[in-house]
């Protein structure tokens, strides 16, 4: 794997900040908000300096039941050769359910879902997880997320199930330390025995993020500065191994650039002061990734070979698992069986909170007309509207909510925003009467 050293997220908000720092060797950017033919002139700048460019992608949901989507991973590929990138990242995660394979509407999570550490998931990734590499153009790396929720009777550890899914495709890891301390907080996982059930060759980077404590509940919010626990957990990993790269993950309220650089030179103090006791060389393929094999018997893996093919029913059940769990964070029906109800109703709050946030990012003319009254209007209109059709269609629907509800009583906000819903609102197609007169029209 090519050395990418230490590196930071790049975002628009920023992008003059990380032009100005010094020693930044690479950059990450989410997939999705580039344009392969109009690429941010900072990107291009940096680029143009020498530093390495990597997509990572929010989207694809690796770990949902259905296979990956191919326009998906078109733009994916597209992405990582207008970047002229070494390799992409994605997640492994869900971020949709239901649709054909459940009979139920297409539900959008529009945040990263835990998969199941079942035999059932381990297979339906290890499948979509091929086709994703057999689409893409340059290797790819998955990372661990962050999670509020546990799923019942899981099979396997965090550690155990990253290694099987190496040992059976070959695929990259990208380790976020930051997530695995979320996970120590809110599902009580050890950091420690993650690692240590980790194939630590298949590390293509390490990401390293903040965030916040709540009510016993750790919030991977990337908008705070990284704690000393999640350097702990880099030091850990850095005493393992040399990771190829590091990256700092920012994407809300960005701090001044000085701040910056200092936890980047915090980053560098802990990768400067640990001693690895083996160097990432063991197995690797000329792509840097640990080879495929067959599983083998013993505490990673007790199924022979071929094991790991998607059996028939394997999607089914974890299509219908999952568009239960998604329905409920995001619907209201009820909580499925095994799991803890209060804790999804945190995520739950955790989800329609984001929701709210990214809406009034994609539409800020929304909270400047409805004030202090923007939030709380959104919990109400999406406590059962579950996303289905992206964040601008979400914006949209949400001020046709208020209008028909009677929700705005002010009448200046309200004919506000009737104006806005109008200007943007899609006129509906016109009727077979409509189309007949207009091809008359054109005959005459």
Known sequence: MKHLGIGIGWRPEIADAIEGLSGIE?????????????????????????????????????????????????????????????????????????????????????HLLPVPRTRDALRVLCENVRIAQDALPVPLALENIAALINWPDEELTEGQFLAELVERTGVGLLIDVANLHTNRVNRGEDPARALAGLPLEAIAYVHVAGGVERDGVWHDTHAHPVPEAVLDILG???????????????????????????????????????????????????????????????PRSSHAPGADLDRPGSRDRLALAQAALLSCLTAGTPVPAGFDGPRLRVQARALVDKRADVVGKVAPELPRILGSGYRPAFLAYAKYRPLRAGYRQDALDFARFLLRAGWVEDADARRRLTRWWKERATARPPGRAVRLLRTLVRAA
């Open 236 to 298: 850990d990993l850095a005493a393992r191994v040399s990771p190829p790269g590091v990256l700092l993950e920012r994407d809300d309220a960005f701090p001044p650039a000085a701040e910056l650089k200092g936890e980047l030179d915090a980053i560098g103090g802990v990768l400067g002061a640990a001693k690895p006791t083996a160097p990432p060389l063991s197995g690797v393929t000329s792509c840097g990734f640990a080879a495929p094999r067959e599983p083998t018997p013993g």
């Open 26 to 110: 690479w950059v990450e950017a989410v997939a999705e908000n580039l344009c392969p033919g109009h690429l941010p002139d900072s990107l291009v700048r940096l680029r143009e300096r020498g530093v390495t460019v990597v997509p990572h992608g929010v989207s694809l949901g690796l770990g949902g039941a259905d296979r990956p989507d191919t326009g998906r991973l078109a733009d994916l590929a597209a992405r990582a050769q207008a970047l002229g990138a070494p390799l992409v990242t994605e997640h492994i995660a869900f971020v949709r359910a239901g649709g054909p394979l459940t009979a139920s509407p297409r539900l959008e999570a529009g």
